[in-house]
């Protein structure tokens, strides 16, 4: 099993919004494409950001080649709606992680 990991710092003037939208909204979506069967969302208590809160959203995925599908089929337009939401607000970056043990 794969982790797709989204590690976003959100500004403190959309945080709440921010927060709501990803429970309310994002996350559904990205489930709803079919390619996860569960994820996780984090907040980092300990960083150097006062101005921001920092979240991860780790994401479970059976195999490379699912994550590839949704990267090409589905991620391009969820990502542009964060976008256009909360423009520079919100800054992403992706990794993914093998789960060696449980």
């Known amino acids: 099993m794969l982790l ?9 003037e959309v945080h709440d919004d921010w927060l709501q ?6 996350i559904p979506d990205v489930l709803a494409t079919g390619f996860f069967r569960g994820y996780r969302m984090s907040r ?5 950001h006062p101005e921001a809160a ?4 780790q994401y479970e995925v059976e195999s490379p080649e699912q994550l590839q599908r949704y990267w090409a089929e589905c991620a391009p337009r969820l990502q542009q709606e964060h976008r256009e939401r ?4 919100c800054l ?7 789960v060696v043990s449980e």
């Open 21 to 26: 939208w990803m429970r309310q909204t994002h």
């Open 4 to 12: 797709y990991n989204v590690t976003v710092t959100v500004d403190l």
């Open 54 to 57: 920092i979240y991860t959203i």
């Open 86 to 89: 909360y423009g520079d607000k």
């Open 92 to 98: 992403a970056f992706r990794t993914v992680m093998e």
């Open 44 to 48: 980092l208590l300990n960083h150097e």
